[in-house]
Every structure is written in structure tokens, then in C-alpha cells.
């Protein structure tokens, strides 16, 4: 939902980064990277993003900006 991944759309690492701190162990790395990659399966098969053909990264689809944004504010409103 951040406005710099709207155009060239985002790749795992880039949530990686936003989630964890940095990992200097090769098995959390590993780990995290695994978490990320099933959070991402996860959006896709709910409809909420798609992947750019051809390359690495992926994008909100319309319908699930929506969704999120929805989600977001309810959140913020109701659960400070």
C-alpha cells in the first residue's frame, strides 16, 4: 500500500525489509524469506495482488487496494 511500490510495483525482499530486521543468521534469512514467499501466495490466491508478467515483482490490483484500504482504516479507527 505504499505509494513508491504503485508504478514499478514490489518484490519479497522489499516486505522483507518493512517486516524484519536484517538478518546476519543464513537460517532466520532463510526463514523469513520462506514466511514472506507463503504471505505472498497467500494475497495472490485472495485476489488482493498480481504478478507483473516477466519479472520478479508484484502489484495491488484494484479490487484489493480497496479491500486494504478498507481494512487499514477500520483498523486505525477501531484499534489504536
Given at each position: 500500500?505504499?505509494?513508491?511500490?504503485?508504478?514499478?510495483?514490489?518484490?519479497?525482499?522489499?516486505?522483507?525489509?518493512?517486516?524484519?530486521?536484517?538478518?546476519?543468521?543464513?537460517?532466520?534469512?532463510?526463514?523469513?524469506?520462506?514466511?514472506?514467499?507463503?504471505?505472498?501466495?497467500?494475497?495472490?490466491?485472495?485476489?488482493?495482488?498480481?504478478?507483473?508478467?516477466?519479472?520478479?515483482?508484484?502489484?495491488?490490483?484494484?479490487?484489493?487496494?480497496?479491500?486494504?484500504?478498507?481494512?487499514?482504516?477500520l483498523h486505525h479507527e477501531?484499534?489504536?
Open positions: 500500500m505504499r505509494g513508491e511500490h504503485a508504478t514499478n510495483g514490489f518484490c519479497s525482499q522489499d516486505i522483507r525489509c518493512q517486516l524484519f530486521k536484517p538478518a546476519t543468521y543464513l537460517p532466520r534469512s532463510t526463514r523469513q524469506s520462506g514466511r514472506v514467499s507463503r504471505l505472498l501466495k497467500r494475497l495472490h490466491l485472495h485476489g488482493l495482488i498480481a504478478k507483473i508478467p516477466r519479472s520478479r515483482h508484484w502489484r495491488v490490483i484494484h479490487h484489493g487496494h480497496i479491500i486494504m484500504t478498507t481494512v487499514l482504516t477501531h484499534y489504536p
